[in-house]
């Protein structure tokens, strides 16, 4: 990997059960994202926009809003957003938003984005949404459908490499889909973010880690754990530390370094894990993930070492 600039330092709500509600109701003052008002917004300003350009946008706005959401949950420890709860379920779906403070004006000005956006959509006849990515947005990613990934695997730095490898089935609007190879059939699915939405039994997936615009200074924070052992978690916090142009396995891609520090429990006790997770901003693909703790599920280091392209 070569050098980059350093710093210092887009379903509808499934029902839900009556558990999910008690667990609302113990939260205290809570209110539906759905009951906050939205902030009006004139759906004029999008007249000149493009249908293309409107579900861009739409999907922009989705997913700003369900970071909020995710961000009061998480503080709050109330584990709603968790379950089940995506980018592309919104506003009947988006739960435990205070009603006031910062986060409920920020929900309420993207609600209002929101809905005009829908009415422009539907003022210029726009079709729905294709779930796959446009052409012309595929070819500006430095991946395409088939695309092998190659990475190499290493329980520690000294120790015997193994090969780990993705193969891209699509690219769709809000996330891509892979195939880990060794594990014929189950999905590899991950956000345009990095996020890792759902892996194989067995392999280490981070859902919330990767929020927000990827610059200098930018924090992130959330759980990384392994697929089928709820006990195998790590609490992380990360910073953005370096971003910029850089050829990766003779791709180029727009990288974004992020320390992680953080620990994993251990039984009563809590054992260090820290590292850093290198991204593409472009695309969220995974160009390294470095882990380093006590605990082996959480020493690893992943490098990407070649893209082999599909066959033409």
């Avoid at 472009?282 to 082996?296: C, E, N």
Wanted: charged share 25%; proline share 7%.
């Amino acid at each position: 990997m070569t050098s980059a600039t350093s710093s210092p330092a887009p379903p509808w709500l499934r029902p839900i059960s009556a558990a999910l509600l008690a667990v609302a109701l113990l939260a205290g003052c809570i209110t539906r994202s759905v009951d906050v008002p939205s902030e009006q917004a004139d759906a004029a300003e999008f007249a000149d926009w493009s249908c293309d350009r409107i579900d861009d946008e739409l999907d922009a706005v989705q997913q700003r809003a369900a970071d909020v959401a995710y961000a009061v949950d998480e503080r709050a420890g109330n584990n709603i957003m968790a379950l089940g709860v995506g980018v592309t379920v919104f506003w009947p779906a988006l739960l435990a938003m205070r009603p006031a403070g910062l986060e409920a004006a920020d929900l309420a000005r993207l609600k209002g984005r929101y809905e005009a956006l829908r009415t422009a959509s539907a003022v210029k006849g726009c079709p729905p949404a294709a779930a796959e990515l446009r052409p012309d947005v595929a070819a500006t990613l430095p991946v395409a459908v088939g695309d092998r990934l190659v990475y190499e695997d290493r329980a520690a730095p000294r120790l015997p490499a193994s090969t780990w490898v993705l193969r891209v089935k699509s690219l769709r609007r809000t996330e891509i889909e892979m195939e880990l190879e060794s594990a014929p059939g189950s999905p590899w699915r991950q956000d345009r973010f990095g996020n890792v939405l759902e892996a194989p039994a067995g392999t280490l997936q981070w859902q919330r880690l990767i929020r927000g615009e990827l610059v200098l200074g930018h924090v992130v924070a959330g759980e990384i754990g392994v697929v089928g052992d709820p006990l195998a978690r790590a609490r992380l916090r990360g910073q953005v530390v370096a971003v910029g142009p850089q050829t990766v396995a003779d791709r180029r891609f727009d990288v974004a370094v992020i320390e992680l520090f953080g620990d994993a429990q251990a039984a009563e006790a809590f054992t260090r894990v820290d590292g850093a997770i290198v991204v593409d901003r472009a695309s969220g693909v995974l160009l390294r993930l470095d882990l380093r703790s006590a605990q082996p599920p959480f020493s690893l280091q992943r490098r990407l070492v070649r893209v082999e392209a599909a066959p033409g």
